[in-house]
T-cell receptor, first 113, second 113 residues
């Protein structure tokens, strides 16, 4: 596998729920990323963390709240989502934020009802 | 902002034939161009990349070419096999924001046995 593990793999939630997505990397990398993948659209970069500091917030609505407690773990906290937020959420990591090669997890398939 | 266009959106070839996927980028400052392969139920995996100081790069059955003047780059897969069936994404990034990969919208390749 890629060394980047995401849980859960599938998640169904109502619009009033609060849930969290988890990502863990075992590669010794210092940068981690959240992407949104919707059908027939390019991958959209949401957040970038480098050494646990957020370096990019790509105009993402506040109902998505990232957390990076250490360089190996990344969370995406979700609350009051909309049906259009249903998508595959991918986590990636790289050696540091100046290195282009990113390694992706398998993603969490999110359905908002 | 930077934009990457990818064509075709779907491609069907006979096993053993070649497949070519093309991308065009808008920002002439882009200097790194990776290609990712995404199989069903998995995250994107890097298969080959090229930097702007090189015109062509090969790795066994896959090759990437870059035309900086025309701002085009292409993925070539020779002697295609059924296991090459997947969605392929091109991407581009710039030196001053190397972590920010701008992805194309993907090409679904089907290799018919």
């Amino acid at each position: 596998e890629t060394g980047v593990t995401q849980t859960p793999r599938h998640l169904v939630m109502g619009m009033t729920n609060k849930k969290s997505l988890k990502c863990e990397q075992h590669l010794g990398h210092n940068a981690m990323y959240w992407y949104k993948q919707s059908a027939k659209k390019p991958l959209e970069l949401m957040f970038v963390y480098s050494l646990e500091e957020r370096v990019e917030n790509n105009s993402v609505p506040s109902r998505f709240s990232p957390e990076c407690p250490n360089s190996s773990h990344l969370f995406l906290h979700l609350h009051t989502l909309q049906p259009e937020d249903s998508a595959l959420y991918l986590c990636a990591s790289s050696r540091d934020s100046s290195r282009n090669i990113q390694y992706f997890g398998a993603g969490t398939r999110l359905s908002v009802l | 902002g930077e934009n990457v266009e990818q064509h075709p959106s779907t491609l069907s070839v006979q096993e053993g034939d070649s497949a070519v996927i093309k991308c065009t980028y808008s920002d002439s400052a882009s200097n790194y161009f990776p290609w990712y392969k995404q199989e069903l139920g998995k995250g994107p995996q890097l298969i080959i990349d090229i930097r702007s100081n090189v015109g062509e790069k090969k790795d066994q059955r896959i090759a990437v070419t870059l035309n900086k003047t025309a701002k085009h780059f292409s993925l070539h897969i020779t002697e295609t096999q059924p296991e090459d069936s997947a969605v392929y994404f091109c991407a581009a990034s710039k030196a001053d924001s190397s972590y920010k990969l701008i992805f194309g919208s993907g090409t679904r390749l089907l290799v018919r046995p």
